[in-house]
């Protein structure tokens, strides 16, 4: 069930989702993080940041909203306090972080290259959270433009080059046309791409028209984010064959994950199902690693972009040649 991300070996390609799974080993208590591809951390920005009023999180059809806030530590305090328990749960840690201005993402990145540039101890990777408000452009999410992605992940990549650590950007779906953003990141110095963040929704009380939740608006995750996830994969995949690819929106179960695998990413994350059940990712895993072998695939590798491969032996009629019989007419459970 090896995989690897880019430069990144993880034993196998199922990881937690940024901001679903705490700050730091918060959800040791429930599953060994040891045994997980690797735990993405809360997005963390320069200084502590309370986030949103509550109420933060609503039930959705098929999914949830949830209007947290972006609430962390600041950098500091999470290098001092959660990274050596992470280190002693024996987890591979990939580092999200997040700003307000282009300045805020070099500024975030000095404070890890200061920290980190003797050992990087647990961390294999960081994302960059670029789903959030611009202070610099009206408020604007840097994943909404291609100039803004690109500032900003130049100026992460610049601050922590010393450090040698892939970064994944974390795009928003709510664009006109993901695959010129996700090359603005990569052009910007992302090595990877993490796809997708929440959908911006929103839910209203309709006798009072007050919004339902604290912050106003939210961000939809969940089981109805998930055919979304797996189109943004695919489109990315094929318009960037070489890029590394994490898959993550409403992965439920192991055949949800394949789906993500299949259509291009080399892992996947697993977040809103955690609220659901804390061992989710484990369980996405176990199912995973059935999928496989009941499938026929001897490794993450071959199931890695298979959509691509059937693409290119789809037949002058328009139906696709089963390139693998073991493959051939299953359906969804
Ligand atoms: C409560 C909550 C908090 C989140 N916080 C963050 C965050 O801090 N940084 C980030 O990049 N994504 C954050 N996300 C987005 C998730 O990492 C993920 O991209 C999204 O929820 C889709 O995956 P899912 O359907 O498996 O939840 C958050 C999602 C939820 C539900």
Redesign the pocket.
């Known amino acids: 069930m090896t995989t690897r991300v880019g430069p990144v070996s993880l034993p196998n390609p199922v990881m937690t ?4 799974a705490g700050h730091g080993a918060e959800l040791g208590a429930y599953l060994d993080l040891s045994q997980l591809g690797a735990v ?1 951390v ?2 963390l920005s320069v200084e502590p940041w309370a986030g949103n009023p509550a109420p ?2 609503l039930p959705a059809a098929a ?2 909203l ?1 209007s ?1 806030g ?1 609430q ?1 530590p600041g950098i500091d305090a999470w290098l001092a306090d959660d990274i050596p328990a992470l280190a002693s749960a024996g987890a591979r840690v990939v580092v ?1 972080v ?1 700003g307000r201005s282009v300045g805020d993402y070099a500024e975030v990145g000095r404070r890890l290259t200061t920290a980190l540039v003797r050992s990087r101890g647990p961390v294999v990777a960081l ?1 960059a ?1 670029i ?1 959030c408000p611009n202070v610099e452009d009206r408020e604007r999410m840097f994943a909404h433009s291609t100039e803004a992605t690109s500032a900003a992940l130049s100026a992460l990549a610049g601050a922590v080059a010393p450090l040698g650590l892939p970064i994944w950007a ?1 795009l928003s779906p709510n664009v006109t046309d993901l695959v010129a953003i996700a090359g603005a990141a990569l052009a910007g110095g992302a090595g990877g791409l ?1 796809l ?3 959908l911006m929704g929103l839910a209203i009380d309709p006798a009072s028209g007050l919004p339902r939740l604290g912050g106003g608006g939210g ?1 939809l ?3 109805a ?2 055919p979304i ?1 797996v189109r943004a994969v695919y489109d990315c995949r094929q318009a960037f064959p070489s890029a590394s690819i994490v898959g ?4 439920s179960g192991g055949y949800d994950a394949a789906e993500l695998l299949s259509a291009g990413a080399d892992a996947v ?5 955690s ?1 659901v059940d804390p061992r989710a990712p484990l369980r996405v895993l176990a199912e995973l690693t059935e999928w496989c072998a009941a499938e026929g695939f001897g490794s993450v590798a071959e199931v890695v972009g298979t959509s691509h491969r059937r693409e290119a032996t789809r037949t002058p009629n328009g139906q696709n040649e089963v390139a693998r019989a073991g493959a051939a007419g299953k359906r969804a459970p």
């Open positions: 989702a940024s901001g679903t993405v809360k997005s933060r999180l999914g949830m949830n947290v972006l962390n999200s997040w994302e959270n789903s974390k993490t997708v963040n929440t961000g995750s969940g089981p984010l998930h996830a993550v929106g409403g992965v994350q697993v977040g809103t199902a609220f």
